[in-house]
C-alpha cells in the first residue's frame, strides 16, 4: 500500500468522525470535509477510543463500498455496534479519537517467517473462530512475528498454535494506519 500524504490522513479521519457526528444526530462540524483518497477499494478497519480507553472496533478485509463510503460505514460500526464495550454517546463523541487502518489485499501465510508485525495485519479463521489484529497491536506489546500469529490466533478463540493446525487459514495484509488517537499503538479492546 501507499503511504498517504497529510491531506489524504486527515480526510479519512474526516469521514470518520463526519460518519460518527451523523449517526449520533450532531452536527458535522464547520466547512465541507476535505476529498477523501480515491484509488482501488481497500479494505478498511476502524477503531475508536474516549479518553484512552477503547470503545470499539470493527472491519473488514474486503471492501463492500467505495471507500470513503467503507470508513464512514466501519466508523459507526465500531462507535455503536461493537458489543464487546459501551457505544459512543453524543457527549462523549467531542473526545473521541480515531484510527482508521487501510488494508492491501490479503494473501495467504504459512508461519512467522512470511509476516512483518510492523506492516502487517493478521486474519485467522478456523471453522466458526475468526479474528483480525493490525499492527499496532504488535507494535503496542513489541511482539515479535510468532508472537504476533499466537496472539492472532488466541483472539480468534483457538490455542495459541492453532496456525499449525489443519483447517486453519491464516492471512495477512498490509495496513496504512492514521490517527488522530496519541495513543493509536494501543490494541483494540476485545477478548
Known sequence: ??????????????????????????????????AAPSGPRAGVFVAWSVDGEGRGSFGAIAPAAE????????????????????????????RARCT????????????????????????VVNGAHAAVLLPGAAAAQ????????????LRAGLRADAAGLPGTRVLAFEVVEVSDDPAAAAPAPGP
Do not use: N
Open 1 to 34: 500500500m501507499s503511504p498517504l500524504d497529510g491531506g489524504q490522513r486527515a480526510a479519512l479521519l474526516a469521514v470518520a468522525h463526519r460518519a460518527l457526528a451523523r449517526a449520533l444526530g450532531l452536527p458535522e462540524g464547520p466547512g465541507a470535509a476535505p
Open 67 to 94: 471507500l470513503e463510503d467503507e470508513v464512514a460505514a466501519q466508523a459507526v460500526r465500531a462507535a455503536l455496534e461493537d458489543p464487546r464495550v459501551p457505544s459512543i454517546t453524543a457527549a462523549e463523541a467531542p
Open 100 to 123: 482508521v487502518g487501510l488494508a492491501g489485499p490479503a494473501r495467504p501465510v504459512s508461519g512467522p517467517g512470511e509476516i512483518d508485525p510492523r506492516r502487517d495485519g493478521l486474519s
Open 142 to 153: 513489541g511482539w515479535d512475528a510468532e508472537t504476533y500469529l499466537k496472539h492472532a490466533c
